[in-house]
C-alpha cells in the first residue's frame, strides 16, 4: 500500500500539520523533530501527493524551458544554467523542444501541459515580431533570444550588436583588415544573425574599413557542418580574408576544421573569433577567442523575474527588457604572436599567393594583410 501523510505522523509520533511543515521545509521546526519525520519518510518510501498539494497552494512548484533545439550546445549549456538557477530558487524545470518551428512553438503556449508549470521561459525560433499576439497568454512568461521585440511580455536577451561590434574590434587591432564573417543570413534584420552582423558592419565604419559583400558566408542553421559548408565555398570563391568572425563558436569550429584541412595556420595566417563561450571552445586546438554573452546572468534573472511574476501582487506592472552583460574572451585563436601575419607576406613573396588571390590549393582564399 502506497504511505500517506497519516502513516508518517504515526511513525514518528507528531501530528500530520508537523508532517506537512517538515516537507515544506517550514522554519521553526526543532531539529530532533525534523530528524524523526525523514526517517520516518525514508522508511515508509512516502512520495507527498504533488496534484494534492498544488490544489492547494495554487503552486506546483514546476516552472517551463522551451528551446529550440538541445543538440545544439549554447542551448544545452543554457538549460544546464536555467535548472541550476532554479534549483537555488527551489523550483524544478520541465523542458520542452521545439525545434524552431512557428507553429509548433505557438502550439506549446497554448498547452495543456502549461498546466503543470506556474511560468514558462520560452526562447523561440520560429516566431518573429508579426506574431507578439501570441504572447499574451494568461500565465507568467519570461521571453528569450531575438525573434520578438516590445512584446507583452518581459524579456531577457543580450547585447548581440554591442558584442559583435566588441568582437569585430578585437580583430581589427590585431592588425585584420579583411575579416570574414560566417553564419550570414539572407536579408535578417531581427535576429541573432541580422544584429551581430549589424554590429560587425559597424566596428568596420569605425575602422574606415570598406564593407566586402563577398566576405560574407552565409548559412541557414548554425550547426558545425555549416561552419564547414560556408568556409569552404569562402575559400573556393578565392576571396582574400585574415579573419573570421563565426557568428557562434559551433559555427566557428566548424571553419577553423577547414582552415586546417586548407593547410592554413590560426591565428598566423587567419585569427578566429566566435560568439557564446561555449565550454568546448575552451578545448580546441587552438583554443577559441569568443564572446561571453552573459548566458549565467540570462539564465539566473530569467529565473527570478519569473518567479516574481509568479509571486507577484500586481502582475499587471509593465513588462521588462532587460540585456546582460557580456566580456570579449581572447584565447589562442587570435593571439599575437609577435610575427602575426609574417608566414603569410613571407609566401605571398615567394608567390604563394598573389595580388589577385590565384594560389597554391593549400592558401586559396587567404592572403596577409598589413
Known amino acids: 500500500m502506497v504511505a500517506t501523510l497519516h502513516d508518517v505522523a504515526q511513525i514518528a509520533g507528531v501530528s500530520i500539520k508537523t508532517v506537512s511543515n517538515v516537507i515544506n521545509d517550514h522554519p521553526h521546526i526543532r531539529p530532533a523533530t525534523k530528524q524523526r519525520v525523514l526517517e520516518a519518510i525514508a522508511e515508509l518510501d512516502y512520495h507527498p501527493n504533488l496534484s494534492a498539494r498544488s490544489l492547494r497552494s495554487g503552486r506546483t512548484g514546476m516552472i517551463g524551458l522551451a528551446l529550440p533545439e538541445l543538440s545544439l550546445s549554447y542551448f544545452a549549456e543554457l538549460a544546464d544554467a ?8 527551489g523550483v524544478t524545470v520541465l523542458i520542452e523542444q521545439t525545434g524552431g518551428d512557428r507553429d509548433r512553438e505557438i ?19 520560429g516566431l518573429g515580431n508579426d506574431d507578439a499576439d501570441f504572447l499574451k497568454v494568461g500565465y507568467p512568461l519570461v521571453l528569450l533570444g531575438e525573434r520578438v521585440f ?5 524579456h531577457v536577451t543580450m547585447r548581440n ?4 561590434r566588441a568582437a569585430t574590434e578585437h580583430l581589427i587591432r590585431q592588425g585584420r583588415r579583411r575579416i570574414a564573417v560566417v553564419g550570414a543570413h539572407d536579408g535578417e534584420v531581427i535576429g541573432s544573425a541580422g544584429l551581430r552582423l549589424r554590429g560587425y558592419r559597424e566596428a568596420l565604419d569605425a575602422a574606415g574599413i570598406p564593407f566586402d559583400p563577398a566576405l560574407l558566408g552565409f548559412t541557414t542553421l548554425w550547426h558545425r557542418s555549416n561552419g564547414a559548408t560556408a568556409m569552404r565555398e569562402l575559400l573556393a570563391s578565392g576571396v582574400q580574408f585574415d579573419a573570421v568572425f563565426g557568428l557562434n ?6 571553419a577553423m576544421r577547414v582552415l ?4 592554413l595556420h590560426i591565428p598566423e595566417d587567419v585569427a578566429t573569433i566566435g560568439f557564446d563561450d561555449l565550454d568546448e571552445a575552451q578545448y580546441s586546438l587552438p583554443t577559441l577567442s569568443t564572446i561571453d554573452p ?22 499587471a506592472s ?9 566580456r570579449v574572451i581572447e584565447r589562442e585563436s587570435t593571439a599575437t604572436h609577435g610575427g602575426a601575419g609574417e608566414r603569410m607576406r613571407a609566401s605571398a613573396a615567394a608567390g604563394t599567393v598573389g595580388e589577385t588571390g590565384a594560389s597554391a590549393p593549400a592558401r586559396a582564399g587567404v592572403t596577409a594583410l598589413s
Do not use: Y
Open 294 to 315: 552573459g548566458r549565467e546572468e540570462i539564465a539566473e534573472t530569467a529565473v527570478r523575474i519569473l518567479l516574481e511574476r509568479i509571486n507577484a501582487t500586481d502582475p
Open 318 to 326: 509593465p513588462p521588462r527588457e532587460i540585456l546582460a552583460d557580456f
Open 107 to 125: 502550439g506549446l503556449l497554448s498547452s495543456p501541459r502549461r498546466q503543470l508549470t506556474d511560468g514558462l521561459i520560452f526562447s523561440p525560433l
Open 260 to 263: 586546417q584541412e586548407a593547410g
Open 82 to 89: 536555467v535548472i541550476r538557477s532554479a534549483e537555488r530558487h
Open 150 to 154: 516590445g512584446g507583452p511580455t518581459d
Open 249 to 254: 563558436d559551433t559555427l566557428t569550429l566548424g
Open 161 to 164: 550588436v554591442d558584442a559583435a
